[in-house]
């Protein structure tokens, strides 16, 4: 079975910080593209950002300069990293793997972690 667990979410006040972990088992963690999307309530999951199985990334404008993803292959963990955190960054963050194999996907998502930025 392929399984993702994300965990690390929380209540934390404007401007505090939050480190998220989401552990994979049933993949070959190395060959897959990690990613973190989040979904508020009443709108469309969108992405956070992503890394290769070579370790570059990529950041939505909105995370810029504020997140950070990594990625631990020896662990089968892929992390994001929050600071500054704004009370619109509140929202369910869910991790995502993704492999394509010529004109096959591979494509798996985790049940996700609730994150609440508030005063």
């Known amino acids: 079975q392929v399984q993702l667990v994300e965990s690390g979410g929380g209540l934390v006040q404007p401007g505090g910080s939050l480190r998220l972990s989401c552990a994979a088992s049933?993949?070959?963690?190395?060959?897959?593209?990690m990613g973190w999307y989040r979904q508020a309530p009443g709108k469309q999951r969108e992405l956070v950002a992503t890394?290769?199985?070579?370790?570059?990334?990529n950041y939505t404008d909105f995370v810029k300069g504020r997140f950070t993803i990594s990625r631990e292959n020896a662990k089968n963990t892929v992390y994001l990293q929050m600071n500054e955190l704004r009370p619109g960054d509140t929202a369910v963050y869910y991790c995502n793997a993704f492999l394509r194999l010529g004109d096959q996907i591979r494509d798996h998502w985790g049940q996700g972690t609730q994150v609440t930025v508030s005063s």
């Open positions: 890394i290769t199985g070579g370790s570059s990334t």
């Open positions: 049933g993949i070959i963690f190395r060959l897959y593209h």
